[in-house]
């Protein structure tokens, strides 16, 4: 089954340098902003829970992409091994995860991510 947690038109940026540091930021389409210049708890709660955000170090082994978090939205991934498969087609990356539960949904799934380079 397919699923879009963050929507279709799930925002998303992701930065890779050349010393082996990345950063990335996904949001959800339908993320609201607080009302208020600081969030309610609730507004708090809803958009820690439609985001995903890292940096830190990643290495390529073959078709390997693994990312080492040094910091993140979710405390629970800093210091961990997130390990992906990639393909790079032209301009397009495509990236899947192995087998992991879902810090989004706790269920185990594979997850798919496709990136278009920027011009």
């Not at 340098?17 to 902003?33: C, E, L, Q």
């Not at 091994?81 to 192995?98: A, I, K, M, N, P």
């Amino acid at each position: 089954m397919v699923r879009y947690p963050f929507g279709k038109t799930a925002r998303a940026l992701v930065i890779y340098a050349r010393n082996g540091y990345v950063a990335t930021i996904f949001t959800a389409a339908d993320r609201k902003p607080p009302v208020a210049a600081t969030a309610t708890a609730q507004e708090a709660v809803d958009l820690y829970q439609s985001m995903i955000a890292f940096g830190g170090r990643y290495e390529l082994i073959a078709n390997r992409l693994v990312y080492h978090p040094e910091l993140s939205w979710n405390e629970a991934w800093n210091g961990t091994t997130q390990e992906r498969v990639f393909e790079v087609d032209g301009d397009r990356l495509e990236v899947r995860s192995v087998p992991v539960v879902s810090a989004l949904t706790g269920a185990r799934t594979v997850f798919s991510l496709a990136w278009k380079r920027a011009t």
